[in-house]
């Protein structure tokens, strides 16, 4: 099987690069993996795109890339749409076109955080910004072509919020600020779920291939991704502070020197959703009727638990 992986230097990119190693080094029939960055291909050239995607000829198409600045898309919206609906619209174009399967990734910001309670996949899109209407757009585009499709091509679209990985991040400029600052102030009233990107490419992977690597078949459409439990941006950074902490981490902040704010008290470019959690029983179902319990596990996992992990290993690893 040949698997071609876009965005190979973002955080989701990094993270299937471990996760798809740890997976098919135990194989004696070894999947052909490219894992394909901006050098490699321009993601704004639909050209050079498609040419790529018709040499490699891949039968897994992994988009792990994407326009992520948010504040930024605010005034290059050409450039975000391009990465966030076009080039998504070609990968599943041949997706469609050669019986492929194509895994792509999207966000809480395509809705507008006015919902109580959990968003479903199939409630209304209203997204807020730039980067949500281009994700959005991304989401519909793929959408439209499989619609028109029977055959053995189907498509995953991951919806996910608030990833942190190998790179720049939430976790990583909280714990930054914390090395030189007193006191930090964070948003209390925004609430969604933080979610570790190897968590969702094992996640991903879970849904798409078998214990062999070869592809699975499941029902094509987009699926919640995030770990159990739900925070606040201020709840992320008390938990983070505290377990670098925890690990011996040189802070001049603790988590009782970090003032709670509201959002309208640190306005941004772009505006965002206030509330972005998402209900992952679509997915919890597809994985307990294959009656899976690692993977329900795997799901189940608790974001606070993974977090303390996360940032035990940036300890360990000298980076805090
Ligand atoms: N980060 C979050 O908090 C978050 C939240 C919800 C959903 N998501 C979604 O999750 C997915 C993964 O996000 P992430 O955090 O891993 O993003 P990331 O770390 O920002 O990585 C995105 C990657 O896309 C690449 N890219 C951007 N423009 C490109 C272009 N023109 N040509 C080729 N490559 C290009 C970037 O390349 P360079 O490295 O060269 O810049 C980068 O490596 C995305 O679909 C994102 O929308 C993320």
Redesign the pocket.
């Given at each position: 099987m040949k698997i071609l992986v876009?965005?190979?230097?973002?955080?989701?990119?990094k993270a299937f690069q471990e996760v798809l190693g740890v997976r098919t080094s135990v194989l004696l029939a070894k999947p052909v993996v490219q894992f394909v960055?901006?050098t490699e291909?321009?993601?704004?050239n639909g050209e050079a795109l498609t040419q790529l995607l018709n040499q490699f000829q891949p039968q897994l198409i992994i988009?792990?890339?994407?326009?992520?600045e948010v504040d930024k898309a605010e005034t290059e919206s050409d450039l975000a749409f391009a990465?966030?609906a076009r080039a998504p619209e070609i990968m599943a174009q041949y997706a469609a076109d050669h019986g492929a399967t194509f895994l792509h990734?999207?966000?809480?910001?395509v809705f507008d955080g006015e919902k109580y309670g959990f968003y479903l996949e199939d409630d209304i899109r209203n997204p807020l910004g730039v980067y949500g209407k281009s994700?959005a757009a991304g989401e519909e585009a793929i959408a439209r072509i499989f619609a028109s499709n029977n055959d053995s091509s189907q498509y995953a679209i991951f919806r996910?919020?608030?990833?942190y990985?190998d790179?720049g991040?939430f976790i990583r400029t909280i714990l930054r600020l914390a090395m030189d600052r007193e006191e930090l102030k964070i948003i209390h009233d925004q609430f969604g779920v933080p979610?570790n990107?190897n968590w969702l490419a094992q996640v991903s992977l879970d849904l798409a291939l078998d214990e062999h690597a070869c592809l699975r078949k499941f029902i094509s459409g987009i699926y919640h991704a995030v770990p159990a439990g739900e925070t606040t941006w201020h709840g992320l950074a008390c938990l983070a502070v505290q377990a670098a902490l925890d690990a011996g981490a040189a802070l001049k902040v603790n988590p009782a020197s970090i003032q709670p704010i509201l959002a309208v008290e640190y306005p941004l470019p772009a505006p965002r959703p206030m509330n972005s959690r998402m209900s992952t029983d679509k997915l919890h179902q597809v994985f307990a009727s294959w009656g899976d319990m690692s993977k329900l596990e795997q799901l189940n996992q608790p974001w606070d638990e993974a977090v303390r992990s996360y940032v035990a290993n940036l300890a360990k690893d000298g980076l805090i």
């Open positions: 876009f965005g190979k230097d973002g955080q989701l990119g960055g901006r291909c321009d993601l704004a988009n792990a890339s994407a326009y992520t990465i966030n990734y999207s966000t809480d910001y994700k996910t919020s608030w990833v990985g790179g991040n979610t990107a």
